[in-house]
């Protein structure tokens, strides 16, 4: 494991999704999980999210598109919380689910809105 690497996707991690839930995953981690807890923290976030040629809002925006497509409702509400943490608004999340229903259909984006009605009711932003 790249030590400084992980240390970055760990920063990177935790501003995006909240200090609280990625300590909370990285203690339930046990011998089974913690592998890939670490490799995933170094690897997506500390090389994916670890430079500075996208900034955090937009690769918030790219992930709902991406994760909304794959329909990975799970996932897609906890990245749906870190793009409002990373600035992105009601408008922003509405405009990437018109983009899913184009491309992967209508009723992948019912998902997203549900998912996403859920989420900006509980940050207060509907």
């Given at each position: 494991?790249?030590?400084?690497?992980?240390?970055?996707?760990?920063?990177?991690?935790?501003?995006?999704?909240?200090?609280?839930?990625?300590?909370?995953?990285?203690?339930?981690?046990?011998?089974?999980?913690?592998?890939?807890?670490?490799?995933m923290t170094e690897w997506?976030?500390?090389?994916?999210?670890?430079?500075?040629?996208?900034?955090?809002?937009?690769?918030?925006?790219?992930?709902?598109?991406?994760?909304?497509?794959?329909?990975?409702?799970?996932?897609?509400?906890?990245?749906c919380r870190g793009a409002?943490?990373?600035?992105?608004t009601k408008e922003q999340?509405?405009?990437?689910?018109?983009?899913?229903?184009?491309?992967?259909?209508?009723?992948?984006?019912?998902?997203?809105?549900?998912?996403?009605?859920?989420?900006?009711?509980?940050?207060?932003?509907?």
């Open positions: 494991m790249d030590t400084e690497r992980f240390e970055l996707g760990l920063s990177q991690r935790k501003a995006t999704l909240g200090a609280e839930y990625v300590e909370k995953n990285l203690a339930a981690a046990d011998d089974f999980t913690r592998p890939f807890q670490e490799a997506c976030w500390g090389f994916g999210w670890g430079d500075d040629a996208i900034d955090p809002k937009t690769r918030s925006m790219m992930n709902l598109a991406m994760i909304g497509a794959l329909g990975k409702m799970h996932e897609w509400e906890i990245h409002i943490t990373n600035g992105v999340i509405r405009a990437i689910i018109h983009v899913v229903a184009i491309y992967c259909g209508v009723p992948q984006s019912l998902e997203c809105f549900r998912i996403a009605r859920k989420v900006l009711e509980e940050e207060d932003m509907l």
